[in-house]
């Protein structure tokens, strides 16, 4: 695994997004390197419960748009049209299955969130079965403005369709405390007490017996399974290609090449570009 970091530590499976230098952004192999370590703790016998983190200053950045977005070549975000969607579909569906992982581990999942959950590290961090943030944390998905869907479907069935609208209409960020509010995450803490926290609740989960543990999730996840989780994410997928193929996805890559993807990002965050008219808001 290049990407993500493993460590037995006793009853406890560390999982650890591992680019520190790219705000853990993710790329080509971290989706797989993910499901791997995921995989090794529901081998492991003796691991009840796991612990999803990021090395460095953020738990994840999202998916690395200086490698996907920066420049005119063909990758798994962008094709020269006319695009393939199947080609584009099949991409993007197996990172989806392998952030899923997270999802249908047996083992539960803490997800301990600093500095940002965002764009598709919004993505991995809701497959969790529990995410712990610190108070000054951000998530959010920004690509729902312009050049991308959320492949993994996971906002309604956290938070409901009206404050899932009010995220994905707007493509706003919030912090740890106003994503607790909403139920968003299920705690948000003080950044000094986000591992003692996380520790706290982990050593309570690995005094239960682990096929306990794995009936509960089972359970549970099958109430969201057989409300439809499966299709959302077919239809998520498809139209995250349409969205990076769509004439305004197309002006944004070709902004990104004029201007670099930071300023891109910048003017579709805050809302200063009009991508249909292909010019800067009066």
Avoid at 15 to 20: E, Q
Avoid at 23 to 33: E, G, V, Y
Avoid at 142 to 162: D, F, K, L, Q, Y
Wanted: proline share 4%.
């Amino acid at each position: 695994m290049k990407t993500v970091l493993y460590e037995k530590d006793g009853l406890i499976g560390r999982v650890t997004l591992n680019r520190p230098e790219k705000l853990n952004a993710i790329n080509d192999d971290m989706p797989r390197d993910l499901e791997e370590a995921i995989t090794l703790a529901n081998d492991d016998p003796d691991i009840s419960v796991i612990i999803l983190s990021g090395n460095g200053k953020a738990f994840c950045s999202g998916y690395d748009l200086s490698e996907y977005a920066q420049g005119n070549e063909s990758n798994k975000f962008t094709q020269k049209m006319p695009w393939d969607p199947i080609k584009d579909y099949q991409t993007m569906w197996n990172d989806t299955q392998h952030f899923m992982s997270i999802w249908k581990s047996l083992k539960p999942v803490i997800c301990k969130v600093h500095g940002f959950a965002i764009a598709g590290g919004s993505d991995i961090a809701l497959c969790s079965d529990m995410i712990i943030m610190a108070d000054n944390a951000e998530i959010g998905y920004m690509p729902s403005r312009v050049w991308g869907t959320p492949t993994t479907a996971m906002w309604v069935h956290r938070i409901g369709p009206e404050k899932a609208k009010k995220m994905l209409f707007t493509g706003d960020k919030i912090n740890g405390k106003e994503a607790e509010k909403i139920g968003l995450v299920l705690e948000s803490v003080s950044p000094e007490n986000l591992d003692e926290r996380v520790e706290t609740l982990a050593n309570r989960i690995k005094t239960v017996p682990i096929n306990q543990l794995a009936m509960q999730k089972m359970v549970i996840n099958q109430y969201m399974e057989t409300s439809g989780i499966t299709q959302m994410q077919r239809l998520s997928t498809i139209f995250d290609g349409i969205s990076r193929h769509s004439p305004e996805g197309i002006q944004f890559q070709k902004r990104v090449e004029e201007k670099g993807w930071k300023e891109a990002v910048r003017e579709r965050d805050q809302g200063l570009y009009d991508w249909s008219k292909k010019k800067k808001f009066d």
